[in-house]
């Protein structure tokens, strides 16, 4: 049980464009819905905190203009990363949380997004 | 600032070893430290995961050790196997901050056959 899907696993887009990626959680409702960026060889930097039904809540330094989340669903959760530069280059990862009250959170796969 | 400090970096245990790894926090609300392994290109896995109201917690081959005095907390591989390389990453959380988490700077562990 537990299982949290990410989908594409991995993207390149060109510079400009936007890009969507979508969080799933597959066997239980997420009422909470995190995001992180992973730069190669380092640790996890959460990016926003999203609950369903309102909007998200973004850690200082991270545009939320540029990376638009959604959390239309118990289920699904969308990060947009809106015209794209190479820096945005990153795998992008997002974790699911049963209810307010729990600790546990289930990752999904990633997505490695990639900015040319 | 890191709330979560991780070491070593990186650690080279021979196969059927004991791999520790350390991790120390500042922030006396953390009431929830758990362990994540990640494989490169893949989402972190929980792994196993304790509360400060006890000293240690044990998984199969896998044990964290907590000592809230110090603000520490490790975890142990036994017995580790090549299947254990991978980077762990340890972090905290706290129900008054909305049980997000903090985590550590990573170790990537490699288990020589």
């Known amino acids: 049980g537990a299982v949290v899907s990410q989908h594409p696993s991995w993207v390149i887009c060109k510079s400009g464009t936007s890009v969507k990626i979508e969080c799933r959680s597959l066997d239980f409702q997420a009422t909470t819905m995190f995001w992180y960026r992973q730069f190669p060889k380092q640790s996890l930097m959460l990016m926003a905190t999203s609950n369903e039904g309102s909007k998200a809540t973004y850690e200082q330094g991270v545009e939320k203009d540029k990376f638009l989340i959604n959390h239309a669903s118990l289920t699904l959760s969308t990060l947009t990363v809106t015209s794209a530069h190479p820096e945005d280059s990153s795998f992008y990862i997002c974790?699911?949380?049963?209810?307010?009250?729990?600790?546990?959170?289930?990752f999904g796969p990633g997505t490695r997004l990639t900015v040319t | 600032q890191q709330q979560v400090k991780q070491s070593p970096q990186s650690l080279i245990v021979q196969k059927g070893g004991i791999s520790i790894i350390n991790c120390a926090y500042e922030n006396t609300a953390f009431d929830y430290f758990p362990w994540y392994q990640q494989f490169p290109g893949k989402g972190p896995a929980l792994l196993i995961a304790i509360r400060p109201d006890v000293s240690e917690k044990k998984e199969g081959r896998f044990t964290i050790s907590f000592n809230k005095s110090a603000k520490q907390f490790s975890l142990h591989i036994m017995d580790s196997q090549p299947g254990d390389s991978a980077t762990y990453f340890c972090a905290a959380s706290s129900s008054l901050t909305g049980n997000q988490f903090y985590f550590g700077t990573g170790t990537s562990l490699t288990v020589i056959p």
């Open positions: 974790s699911a949380r049963v209810s307010a009250g729990t600790y546990e959170q289930y």
